[in-house]
């Protein structure tokens, strides 16, 4: 597994979780990283990303101003903190890699498996 998504779990709404994930060294120094979520019958969606740089951060209108995208580069990981959580933000939460950013998650080459994020009412 090159990517693995953790820190999932079930949270009341308006509460936080920080999503964790590792990837190898490989991919990390060389690509652009971007989280993406997909509720039941719905189809995946970005969330965020973040530039090789960690300088460059992306977010989707949605989460904006309660999403924040980070990344440790000493560690190869990527982090994406969660508050003010909505139920509307269940869903299986997926990390992934490519060589420039893109929203399109038809365009990355690698993935994570998915971390399921529940918020309850």
């Known amino acids: 597994v090159q990517l693995q998504a953790s820190g999932g779990g079930l949270v009341q709404a308006g509460g936080s979780l920080r999503l964790s994930c590792a990837t190898s060294?490989?991919?990390?120094?060389?690509?652009?990283m971007g989280w993406f979520r997909q509720a039941p019958g719905k189809e995946r969606e970005f969330v965020a990303g973040?530039?090789?740089?960690?300088?460059?951060?992306y977010r989707a209108d949605s989460v904006k101003g309660r999403f924040t995208i980070s990344r440790d580069n000493a560690k190869n990981m990527v982090y994406l903190q969660m508050n003010s959580l909505k139920p509307e933000d269940t869903a299986v939460y997926f990390c992934?890699?490519?060589?420039?950013?893109?929203?399109?998650?038809?365009?990355?080459?690698?993935w994570g498996q998915g971390t399921l994020v529940t918020v309850s009412t």
């Open positions: 992934a890699a490519r060589p420039v950013p893109s929203r399109d998650p038809g365009a990355y080459e690698y």
């Open positions: 060294p490989s991919i990390f120094k060389i690509n652009y």
């Open positions: 973040i530039t090789r740089s960690g300088i460059g951060t």
